[in-house]
């Protein structure tokens, strides 16, 4: 049996380290760009267009286009929302393009384009992205998107969970220090995840800008079985079995 | 009473996120340039001249310096000895000025610059270490060398022993997702630190170059009460009650 390669880059300021070329990336914000994105397919979005820079945004805006865009937790002015999954309802984004801007998720996804694929990973899809992780046979890196170029807790234990099941299902092995200590925090937090994910930073900082009524859904299980994957810079749903 | 702000750092390319303006910095590379420090100053040393370019160690050479040099844990065919603990006995070092040249550890002290003091950390001199910073009432951070820009495991764990020590003498607090992270990794590690230890990455890359006889001694707490202290970019011996 053919054993894939399993690695953790737990800072964009660290993926210079990594070579994705081949692999599967799989990017976690889950505070809160990968539980939005994820939420915003699972309602019905056609496809989000991600854009790092305001001016960008703000262009789509004027021709037309469903804007997210949020700076540090803040709407953006000319926005129609921001980054909360809660803002993307069925009933205004279903069947629509929307542009996507946010503080840190969209710049990520450029730093993955030699990738064989680049998909989204929160704890909203964990058991379906995991089981296609599996059938792929590929090498896979988990992306963790921190916090403005730092580590961030509660995209490394979502990296660990990820991590866990992968290496359990013996398809995988990791000499990779950052996966093992994912996989070790993983095993900490899970025994109570609403309160370890409490001490994390940026939900501090959710916190005080009034931005935290997403957590507790940020990290449940399995709300969803869709998978979004970049494909020409553009988040879609992957197509698979 | 004044409470202090403890963060951890947990590889140089996350360093340039933080500002070590007039804290405490500790460089923490348990395998090996931090032990190898701390025993070189136990085992007599005067002081240790870190460079970062090979041919710098080779001009030192010349001009009749001992010289400790090495990349990749190969020692170079110039010097004297390389990065191992065990190289730096009292009988080839005691009074002497030594230049020392590693892959990672020197480049990093040269980042932190502008701090308050720049100390060496290990489990070597955790005791004396954590009862000298928690005197000086200044910010503290914890900088983790890691391997080649990214994380390693036994530089973090050594990172949340001394988090653990700080936190708990409650002159410290941290908001900080690494601290907290390299505390719950000390935690799970310190029931069996051998144990743990040997499935860190660097601990394997050691080991097939059969460098790895001194790991024991590397995760042994408290053999020396000496604080290695850069001064001028020079490393020097803490004068310290």
């Known amino acids: ?80 929302f921001g980054n909360s999954p809660f803002n993307f309802t069925p009933e205004k984004i279903e069947g629509k393009r929307i542009v996507y801007s946010t503080t840190n998720g969209t710049q990520i996804i450029q730093l993955t384009k030699k990738s064989f694929r680049t998909v989204i990973g929160s704890f909203l899809n964990i058991s379906a992205l995991t089981k296609w992780i599996s059938g792929e046979k590929k090498d896979v890196i988990l992306f963790c998107a921190g916090w403005k170029g730092n580590f961030s807790l509660e995209d490394t234990i979502c990296a660990g969970a990820f991590a866990s099941r992968l290496l359990e299902s013996k398809l995988y092995n990791t000499i990779c220090d950052s996966t093992l200590a994912s996989v070790d925090l993983w095993k900490t937090a899970e025994k109570n995840l609403s309160k370890y994910i409490d001490k994390a930073a940026q939900r501090n900082r959710l916190r005080e800008k009034g931005l935290d009524d997403c957590i507790e859904f940020c990290i449940t299980h399995d709300f969803t079985n869709i998978i979004p994957v970049v494909e020409d810079g553009i988040l879609k749903i992957l197509k698979h079995s």
């Open 1 to 80: 049996m053919e054993i894939f390669k399993l690695e953790t880059c737990l800072s964009p300021s660290m993926f210079h380290r990594y070579d994705c070329e081949g692999k599967i990336v799989v990017i976690i914000d889950v505070f809160r760009a990968s539980s939005a994105i994820c939420t915003a397919f699972h309602n019905g979005a056609a496809e989000l267009i991600p854009v790092t820079q305001v001016e960008e945004a703000r262009e789509y805006k004027r021709k037309g286009f469903l804007v997210a865009a949020e700076r540090d937790g803040f709407v953006l002015d000319f926005a129609d």
